[in-house]
């Protein structure tokens, strides 16, 4: 038996932004929450769930795991999910494919990538 993944955790300094943030993006709901911990869930359980965790120190460097989110309409998300407080790292769309890294309201970077 193979283990699978169930959550992803994401450091923050401001949870309640993130929560804000992390919503929009996804969709999700928020599952439980407590002062250091929320758990956000997809409404339809198809996809692994989102943990938001405070801690104290700011993020330094790259990111050592980031999520990776796919979509049918790659220029169309970034602009969206910019507009929610993202931004843009760096870009490697070529046309209608790729991906494009975008860094969260705390600089956790994540990908946009064409389905």
């Not at 401001?14 to 943030?21: I, S, T």
């Not at 990111?63 to 796919?70: A, S, T």
């Not at 309409?73 to 991906?99: M, P």
Request: aromatic share 6%; charged share 25%.
């Amino acid at each position: 038996m193979a283990a699978q993944i169930g959550n992803v955790g994401i450091d923050t300094n401001d949870m309640k932004g993130a929560v804000a943030f992390w919503k929009k993006v996804t969709g999700y709901q928020v599952a439980s929450s407590d002062e250091t911990t929320t758990y956000l869930e997809d409404p339809d359980k198809k996809s692994v769930g989102i943990s938001l965790l405070v801690v104290p120190e700011a993020r330094k460097g790259k990111n050592r795991l980031h999520l990776d989110l796919f979509t049918d309409d790659l220029h169309g998300e970034v602009a969206r999910i910019k507009k929610l407080g993202a931004t843009e790292v760096k870009s490697f769309a070529d046309g209608d494919s790729g991906w494009v890294v975008l860094a969260d309201t705390d600089g956790n970077q994540f990908c946009v990538c064409a389905s």
